[in-house]
């Protein structure tokens, strides 16, 4: 079922996302787990940043620039 499948796949980007954040804060000799740390990095693993968008939109062409 594909549900299932995005499931598994959500289950596995949080897991994925909580263990290089605390992997990072055991590096860095965090004595506590920062909470707010690693709900920033769940929250950019289940929506990451959109790619950079490549070119010009059509409202930034002018006749020198539309090639």
Do not use: C, F, W, Y
Not at 22 to 27: F, G, I, M, T, V
Not at 30 to 43: N, S, T
Not at 45 to 67: I, Q, W, Y
């Amino acid at each position: 079922m594909i549900t299932d499948a995005l499931g598994d796949h959500r289950r596995q980007a949080i897991a994925t996302a909580i263990s290089a954040e605390l992997d990072r804060q055991a590096k860095d000799g965090e004595i506590r787990v920062d909470v707010e740390a690693l709900a920033e990095a769940v929250d950019l693993a289940l929506e990451p940043a959109p790619p950079p968008s490549e070119g010009k939109r059509p409202s930034d062409l002018n006749a020198t620039n539309d090639d």
